[in-house]
């Protein structure tokens, strides 16, 4: 069984004020939540101070993304490695703003979840259709080139140190979540091009998530369907409230799992 991961996506937001209050509020109120793995991605001048005030903590910390070097004459970048130090356990990586803004392409992606999984921290590898590609019937064939990009240098052992986030780019940030049955359709192909790639057994334990527009209301109907592993939480997240929702939400979906005996 694959337990769900729920990640709050920060973005550009929050002072380490602001930060340590929402991520202390975070750790208080999911204390007594079993069974699901929770993770917040801070900007990085709060991941260190963050993790500080984590450490004794079920709630991790992600990177939003990083470089594929470890170190050297990259000015303004920041390596995995250094996340690590900082206290990070995850780093998310192409993710569809860093495609759309900063121009990550597929093999640029590649670089870094093989440098984030190199650094012994897990990626959390995002792929996603923009409206015109899901329009034009393009989505699994996009989808296709981004999984041969992201996980080009990876080997089916280090599947247990990734995380996939289908993040349509339409309903990110746009209120326009997709409906579950059609995150469930393009997560359950996203799934089997991978189990074309690394067989059946792997694809089956490896966690995917969906995002975009998640919030308290849709929460729970999206994370019930069987291959929703979690998600990944942009504008909700910034709040103590609707993310401990969330969470909750995926509890009752691995509570509503029968016990296999
Ligand atoms: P959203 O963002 O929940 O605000 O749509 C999700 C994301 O960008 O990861």
């Keep these: 069984m ?3 991961i729920i990640i709050g996506n920060w973005k550009l937001n929050n002072t380490i004020a602001e930060g340590l209050a929402l991520a202390t509020e975070i750790k208080n109120r999911v204390a007594a939540t079993r069974h699901v793995d929770v993770a917040i991605a801070p900007v990085f001048t709060s991941i260190a101070p963050i993790a500080q005030r984590l450490a004794d903590s079920s709630v991790s910390v992600a990177g939003q993304n990083c470089y594929w070097e470890s170190s050297g004459a990259w000015t303004g970048e920041v390596s995995p490695q250094l996340l690590h130090d900082a206290g990070a356990r995850y780093c998310i990586v ?3 703003e860093r495609r759309q803004y900063y121009g990550d392409t597929n093999v640029d992606v590649g670089r870094k979840a093989f440098a984030i999984i190199d650094a012994t921290l897990t990626a959390i590898i995002c792929v996603g259709e923009t409206h015109a590609e899901r329009t034009n019937n393009q989505t699994n064939d996009i989808i296709q080139k981004q999984i041969d990009g992201a996980f080009s240098a990876i080997s089916s052992q280090q599947l247990t140190h990734v995380v996939v986030a289908y993040e349509p780019v ?3 940030g746009t209120g326009n979540t997709a409906t579950p ?3 469930q359709t393009t997560i359950a192909s996203i799934r089997t091009i991978l189990s074309k790639r690394y067989g059946s057994p792997q694809a089956d334990t490896l966690r995917i998530q969906y995002g975009g527009s998640v919030s308290p209301k849709n929460a729970l109907d999206i994370l019930s ?3 929703i592993d979690g998600a990944l939480v942009g504008g909700a997240s910034l709040k103590a409230d609707s993310f401990v929702e969330i969470v909750k939400a995926a509890t009752l979906t691995v509570a509503a ?3 296999v005996r």
């Design 170 to 172: 339409w309903a990110i």
């Design 181 to 183: 049955d059609q995150a």
């Design 94 to 96: 192409g993710h569809s």
């Design 225 to 227: 369907k069987p291959d």
């Design 2 to 4: 694959r337990t769900p």
């Design 257 to 259: 799992t029968p016990m």
